[in-house]
């Protein structure tokens, strides 16, 4: 009879985890700042960081260059640092941004929007809806806990802006989702 | 009854005696006492006489001292006299008042005062010459001291006076007082003295009229008494310490009547000597005894006087100093005692014959079952008999009468049976006596509602009749029945046979053990032949198998043999005649007699299974259809909807792209195919929708209507908004069904309610929920259920006339022009589908103008 | 980024259908690589071509010949190579059932096609921002659902 194993992933530990041990190997000396971004003690030899960059590669993992690129990931991993954190998800997000990155929310979201076809705004619904599904999912969290976790105002909000976006009722969502498990199983 | 006994007792008067005396002597000191008293007032006044004599002394003898002449005339000599006298008058006074501390206080300023008075004196005694003023001035002042000497010792004794006054007022007081009690006193003294004494001689006179009273009481008593009374007083020896004899103090006269003994004769002498017979029968003894152990003691003794013999019932009690002795004649008593034993005694043995007599009667008729009766006969005035008395009947008659032996004794036959005159036994008892014969007979009899049956025997005895019955009923009972038995089951078996020959079945018995079996009439029916055609064994049976089961009836067989039981219940036979039947069998292992069986019947089914594969085939026939046109249907909707889209798609295409080059006449003409596209559109998905509702019950989920609501009125909010529509809503249950079937439902409901609204007002539309039970609901629509859920849609459209009320639910009919309001006359029939689909009923009414209510009843 | 190319697949037999797309795809500013496909065999047979390039999101219309949009979904999603693709149903059905189905054998998103056209640009677009988010963002894919 086969069995099936679940796996449930924590990408936090598990890049910072991945990236030190490839790191180590290489024998440099680093500080890892976020699963994002690596601070690199000395400058790192030319070999070394081809090597790394292959290593990477296979496993999806691209070392970005363009400062553009980089800029857009710590957008990216504020927004998500914005929403996970109690305390400051109550913040207004362009000026939590622009605080912590140091540069105008005009700015940012000119270049976030160039580059990756959507607005801040936008992106963080996205996010936000996402992290919804995850919680709807994976947790016995009700609408309510959850609209309160992710900063809104009522359940009426979270299920009308779920409902937007995903063009589905976080009712019917979580239906199709059991649904799915169920058909899965079989 | 205590209290007299005190009031009686000598110990009383004792009691009273001493506290009389105690009264008197304290009253009698109580006298004394004051009249010391008063002797002391009278002294104390006394006493103070002389001290106011005492003090009157002083003034003068002051006073004397107040007159100039007297101190001029005062010589040396004289002065001493003064002054000695003076002294002697305060000794005096001093003495007198020894006993009084407060005026003896004075005594002493007094006395310093008259020494100074008498220095004075001499002072102005020694200046007694009128010479020089000086010498007078000095003079003057010694007056004066002299004056307020004078002043001073008048004032104290003026003090002393008062105090005296005082003390005198005091002491006259109480001797008045005391002058006046004491006198009453010895008055009241003399008084109780007195009435002690008349009391006393009252109760002692009284006392004696009593006892002289009862003396004389007595003395009528003795005489009256028909006992003998005696007085004894013990004769000691000359120990004092044994009783030798009595002495009769007293003797009533009765010793006389009885004894012959003269009372006055006997008083005085012993008693032995008098009555010898006490000797007789311990007499004496126990009148020693009762004096000793003082108690009361009776006995009877025998006496012989004059030949004639007496017995007395004695009383000895001691009293007083001897005892008393009461005697009772009883010879009377005696003498009719031992006759009345001597009677019972012959009484006892006559009874005990009796008893064992009865004994032996009595196990005889116990042992019997039989009801034993003695009667006699009871002659007419023509001498032939007419009735019988009941002299004696065994118990035996109890059970079957309710009748007690004892009761009905010595009662007429005509009263305790009168069933005998109607069912002859009273003929049959007079034969008895008359032809001398034993006669046997049978007879019934009512009790309790129920017949009893009785078989009797009679003969004479003297002059009555002996008769012996026994209850027979039970085995009547038996044989009657049989009869009703046998005929009961006659008839069973014609009627089963006739059922079976109905039912088409057959019934058998099949015996495990030797596989014979015995078959109904109606199984040999079945199987063509005569009934009992041959016999029926498991091997004689199997040629009647059809051939392709013959295997399957082997297996069923060996089945039974082993377990009692088979799981195979069908087979095929082909009967006599040629036919081919299908037969459905039921038995069961059972054991008859100590052999096992299996018992059950065969039922031709033949029929049964040409039918059901009839309707197997039609189902599918059906079924067939069904998804056929299904599948068309959706295929077609889907199929037309693509070219439609593809208008609309190079319509909107055309416009953007050509929007200038088109003429306004153009433009017209492309809306206007705009619309009827999409017309087509929603007619053609209505029909799906329609199409796709399917009776799949197996995918009914539950179902929160009040969710579904809130969904739809999502959906059509933008409509909803645009035509400021109201929906009130009650709180609605939750069921169980398709959920997007009731979203369909209830879009169509709703969006009706929007379409055709009345525009003179605000588009409200109003649901209501109940239960309501099954009842309700008409007769031609199948109940799943008790209870159902009531939702009424209710709006204030445009409404319709009810009489359309069935038509609005077919397919494409509409009330309306088109172009009036837009629909595809489905909406409702789609409504319609669904709640047939969810086990429901939907009905509509309305009126024209003011609104329409939908009502949809739903299984709870 | 803006300078990488969607490689974007489409396979729905209605030829107009595939050219409206496709003219919908030009009018967008981000840069595809469009791909058509006739049938559902067509589209497998590309699919499991050694050394191909995969698509970042395929566009499958439910009713086509041959092999239609479910048994191509349900062999994408059992295949180990493919299984992680983008796939977006694009179908004129808008019946729950289907619906519920598609998402249930692993559809990420349900297109309804639409009628006019430049709903059809819109949706398209819409579409192809959700699945640049799909490749470029940490959203989960197990929950990547999404209706239009």
Not at chain 1, 24 to 53: C, F, G, H, P, R
Not at chain 2, 215 to 220: I, N, V
Not at chain 2, 713 to 718: E, M, Q, R, T, Y
């Amino acid at each position: 009879m086969e069995i099936k194993l679940f796996f449930k992933y924590d990408f936090d530990i598990l890049c910072k985890t991945f990236i030190k041990e490839h790191l180590d190997a290489l024998d440099v000396s680093y500080a890892i700042n976020s699963v994002n971004e690596v601070v690199m003690k000395d400058n790192l030899q030319e070999e070394k960081y081809k090597t790394l960059s292959e290593a990477l590669k296979k496993y999806g993992i691209e070392i970005l260059t363009d400062k553009k690129s980089t800029l857009i990931e710590r957008i990216k991993q504020a927004i998500d640092d914005m929403l996970n954190d109690d305390k400051n998800k109550h913040l207004k997000l362009s000026s939590y941004l622009s605080d912590t990155l140091n540069y105008s929310y005009t700015y940012l979201s000119t270049i976030f929007s160039e580059n990756t076809y959507t607005s801040i705004e936008n992106y963080t619904i996205l996010r936000k809806v996402d992290l919804a599904k995850a919680f709807m999912c994976n947790t016995n969290l009700t609408l309510t806990e959850i609209a309160y976790r992710l900063n809104y105002s009522s359940v009426a909000h979270l299920s009308g802006q779920f409902k937007k976006t995903t063009g589905l009722t976080p009712s019917a969502f979580q239906n199709i989702m059991k649904k799915k498990k169920d058909y899965n199983l079989q | 009854m205590n209290f007299k006994r005190i009031y009686k007792s000598s110990k009383t008067y004792l009691v009273l005696l001493i506290i009389a005396i105690a009264l008197l002597l304290f009253t009698t000191s109580m006298a004394y006492r004051q009249i010391m008293l008063m002797q002391e007032s009278a002294e104390m006044v006394s006493h103070t006489l002389r001290v106011y004599n005492a003090l009157g002394d002083l003034t003068t003898h002051y006073s004397k001292a107040d007159s100039e002449k007297f101190r001029k005339e005062l010589s040396k000599k004289s002065i001493n006299d003064y002054k000695s006298d003076g002294n002697s008058i305060i000794k005096n006074l001093e003495s007198l008042i020894s006993d009084n501390e407060s005026q003896t206080a004075h005594i002493k300023p007094l006395k310093s005062l008259l020494n100074t008075l008498y220095n004075q004196i001499k002072v102005s005694d020694s200046i007694n010459f009128e010479q020089n003023k000086q010498i007078y001035d000095s003079k003057i002042k010694n007056t004066s001291k002299i004056n307020s000497t004078l002043f001073n010792i008048r004032s104290i004794k003026n003090r002393m006076l008062t105090q005296e006054e005082h003390l005198m007022k005091e002491r006259e007081a109480s001797y008045k007082s005391d002058k006046s009690t004491a006198p009453i006193i010895l008055l009241v003294l003399a008084f109780f003295a007195l009435s002690v004494f008349v009391i006393a001689f009252f109760r002692i006179y009284h006392n004696k009229l009593k006892v002289l009273k009862s003396e004389a009481f007595l003395q009528s008593v003795l005489d009256t008494t028909d006992n003998i009374v005696n007085y004894f007083e013990p004769i000691f020896d000359a120990d004092n310490k044994h009783v030798l004899d009595f002495k009769i103090v007293f003797a009533n006269l009765c010793n006389r009547d009885y004894l012959g003994l003269d009372p006055d004769a006997i008083m005085g002498n012993e008693i032995l000597k008098t009555f010898p017979f006490f000797t007789n029968n311990g007499g004496f003894e126990k009148i020693i005894e009762s004096y000793e152990t003082k108690e009361k003691i009776d006995f009877d003794t025998e006496v012989i006087t004059d030949g004639e013999k007496m017995w007395f019932h004695v009383f000895v009690t001691p009293l007083l100093d001897g005892v008393l002795f009461t005697a009772r004649n009883s010879t009377a008593e005696e003498k009719s005692k031992n006759d009345q034993l001597l009677f019972k005694k012959r009484l006892e043995n006559q009874n005990l014959q009796l008893l064992d007599n009865r004994a032996l009667l009595n196990n005889i008729f116990k042992s019997i079952s039989h009801i034993v009766m003695h009667l006699k006969s009871i002659k007419g005035n023509d001498g032939s008999i007419i009735d019988f008395e009941i002299l004696f009947v065994n118990d035996k008659i109890n059970p079957i009468t309710g009748d007690i032996p004892n009761n009905i004794k010595n009662q007429k036959a005509s009263k305790i049976f009168p069933s005998i005159f109607k069912d002859g036994g009273f003929e049959y008892m007079v034969s008895a006596i008359e032809s001398e014969e034993p006669v046997n007979y049978e007879s019934t009899y009512y009790e309790n509602g129920y017949e009893q049956w009785f078989k009797s025997t009679a003969i004479k005895l003297g002059d009555g009749v002996t008769i012996t019955t026994i209850d027979i009923t039970e085995e009547k009972k038996k044989t009657d029945q049989l009869k009703v038995l046998n005929d009961k089951l006659s008839i069973q078996n014609t009627i089963y046979a006739d059922a079976e020959k109905v039912a088409d079945i057959g019934s058998y018995v099949w015996y495990l053990d030797t596989g014979k079996a015995k078959i109904s009439d109606n199984f040999f029916n079945i199987l063509g032949c005569e009934p009992n055609a041959f016999n029926v064994t498991f091997e004689s049976y199997r040629d009647f198998i059809h051939p392709d089961d013959v295997e399957i009836y082997n297996q069923m067989g060996s089945e039974t043999f082993e377990k009692g039981f088979s799981k195979i219940n069908e087979y095929r036979i082909i009967s006599k005649d040629g036919k081919t039947k299908h037969l459905f069998l039921n038995g069961q292992k059972l054991e008859k007699d100590g052999r096992i069986t299996s018992v059950g019947f065969v039922q031709d089914i033949t029929e049964n299974k040409i039918k059901e594969s009839e309707i197997l085939k039609r189902n599918l026939e059906l079924k067939r259809i069904n998804s056929e046109l299904e599948s068309f249907n959706r295929v077609a909707s889907h199929d037309l909807q693509e070219p439609l889209r593809k208008i609309q798609l190079f319509i909107s295409r055309i416009e953007d792209k050509e929007n200038d080059a088109l003429s306004d006449k153009g433009k017209e003409y492309f809306n206007k195919v705009k619309k009827a596209v999409k017309r087509m559109q929603s007619l053609i998905l209505n029909l799906l929708t329609y199409s796709r509702i399917d009776n799949t019950n197996k995918d009914f989920d539950k179902v929160n209507l009040n969710d579904v609501l809130d969904k739809v009125k999502d959906d059509l909010i933008n409509r909803i908004k645009e035509t400021n529509m109201i929906i009130v809503a009650e709180k609605l249950p939750k069921i169980k069904g398709v959920v997007f079937q009731i979203e369909q439902l209830f879009t169509n409901l709703l969006s009706n309610s929007i379409k055709y609204k009345n525009i003179s007002s605000v588009p409200k539309v109003n649901i209501l929920y109940e239960k309501v039970p099954a009842s309700e609901l008409p007769n031609h629509v199948i109940k799943i259920s008790e209870i159902y859920h009531k939702i009424s849609f209710i709006d204030n459209g445009i409404g319709f006339d009810s009489k359309h009320a069935k038509k609005i639910f077919e397919v494409f009919q509409r009330l309306h022009q088109k172009t009036e309001y837009s629909g595809t006359g489905i909406g409702l029939a789609i409504c319609e589908k669904i709640i047939e689909n969810h086990n429901g009923y939907i009905v509509a009414n309305g009126e024209e103008g003011v609104g329409a209510q939908f009502i949809i009843y739903l299984p709870a | 980024m803006s300078t990488t190319l969607l490689n974007i697949v489409l396979a729905d037999d209605d030829e107009d259908d595939r050219m409206l797309f496709a003219e919908a795809i030009e009018e967008i500013a981000i840069r595809t690589k469009l791909s058509l496909f006739n049938h559902g065999q067509e589209l497998m047979d590309y699919l499991i071509l050694p050394n191909v390039v995969l698509p970042s999101l395929i566009f499958l219309d439910l009713n086509m010949p041959i092999k239609n949009g479910m048994e191509c979904l349900k062999e994408i999603r059992s295949n180990p190579n493919l299984k992680d693709l983008c796939v977006a149903i694009y179908s004129t059905s808008s019946s729950e059932k289907d619906i519920e189905e598609t998402f249930l054998n692993g559809a990420n998103i349900y297109v309804n096609k639409p009628n006019n056209f430049s709903k059809l640009r819109e949706v398209v677009e819409k579409v192809l921002q959700l699945n640049w988010q799909y490749h470029t963002s940490n959203l989960n894919k197990d929950t990547f659902l999404f209706r239009i």
